[in-house]
């Protein structure tokens, strides 16, 4: 996960910490993806939770002819003469990504990660400090591909500053489900694991069309769902473009969202008169508790309070744009309906 435009309203310390946690969101996610700023998709959300014990990558595919030249997020043409060797990444779910493929061994570099997943990315030095990038370290690690973040998660002047020494820069970023397949076949091709990284794709997919299938099937009214990103102090959850939310509709849910296809501030009001049936935690792995949000002020009236479905998720999983995207489905449709049964 996990992705960002700058803010169009304050932001508390803590939004802050988990949009860069976040996808983050995410991927913080580590999705959402949360957003940098609240006005974004959020990245794969990179909540500090802890993350489940590692598979075995995958045997590498066949290296690809090179050069290739792959077209990153920010229409910039990247052309890489051979497979690259020494990779740095600087998102989380890329970072995923390429152990996922097999070219885990070739990273040399990665971003901050409360929890870096899997754990052999751990004794990997990080080279960002809350999406800030040390441009001296990446520079001196002497990679030849960096991956970075769009839409301001990777800042554009660190880009820039590395693509003025030679280095050849991916930019990646996926605002939806089917931008999460199209950024992991990307990074393949750039890695020379292409053939992987397709079959890893090709599985996702269908794994997140069968749960989206069982979530949905035989359902006739969907209970709508509040997925809370931060409420220290303003309400921010999904825009209505947002990952979050196309996650929550998967999952059998009908998202509900600030009414902004790009900002991810709510009013108290709005939050009410949509009155959730389902209130999902976000930022749960922050110390918000079911019971802490069932005693805020105007918030007991909603059908989700008084009926006692405010859940914690894991939003790391759930909103980062990597290879466990499925394994968040799951678990957010679990959510959304602890009966259902899936694959």
Avoid at 63 to 83: L, S
Avoid at 131 to 160: Q, R, Y
């Amino acid at each position: 996960m996990s992705r960002v435009r700058r803010p169009r309203v304050a932001v508390s310390p803590i939004l802050i910490v988990i949009l860069v946690a976040l996808l983050a969101a995410a991927c913080t996610g580590g999705s959402t993806p949360a957003p940098a700023t609240p006005s974004a998709q959020p990245p794969a959300t990179q909540a500090a939770t802890e993350a489940p014990a590692a598979t075995p990558a995958p045997t590498p595919s066949p290296v690809a002819a090179f050069p290739v030249t792959v077209t990153g997020y920010d229409g910039t043409e990247v052309a890489i003469a051979e497979q690259p060797k020494r990779i740095v990444s600087l998102t989380p779910a890329a970072t995923e990504t390429l152990f996922a493929i097999g070219a885990g061994d070739r990273i040399v570099g990665r971003s901050e990660d409360p929890n870096p997943f899997p754990a052999e990315a751990a004794a990997l030095p990080a080279l960002t400090n809350m999406m800030a990038v040390d441009v001296e370290k990446v520079v001196a690690l002497e990679p030849d591909l960096v991956i970075a973040g769009g839409l301001g998660f990777t800042p554009d002047d660190s880009i820039a500053q590395l693509r003025n020494a030679g280095i050849p820069v991916l930019v990646v970023y996926a605002s939806d489900v089917a931008g999460v397949m199209g950024d992991i076949r990307t990074i393949g091709k750039a890695s020379g694991a292409t053939e992987a990284a397709n079959t890893l794709a090709d599985g996702m997919q269908a794994d997140i069309d069968a749960i989206a299938a069982a979530a949905t099937a035989g359902v006739t009214t969907r209970p709508r769902v509040f997925y809370e990103i931060d409420a220290t102090g303003d309400i921010y959850g999904p825009a209505d473009k947002s990952f979050i939310a196309e996650m929550v509709n998967l999952a059998g849910g009908d998202a509900v969202t600030t009414g902004s296809p790009d900002v991810y501030s709510i009013p108290l009001e709005r939050l009410i008169e949509a009155n959730p049936d389902v209130i999902l935690l976000g930022d749960a792995a922050y110390g918000v508790t079911p019971e802490a949000v069932a005693g805020r002020t105007g918030w007991g009236t909603m059908t989700a309070v008084t009926s006692g479905a405010i859940r914690p998720v894991d939003d790391v999983v759930i909103t980062r744009p990597g290879p466990r995207l499925g394994e968040g489905l799951r678990a957010l449709a679990k959510a959304v309906n602890p009966d259902v049964t899936l694959p």
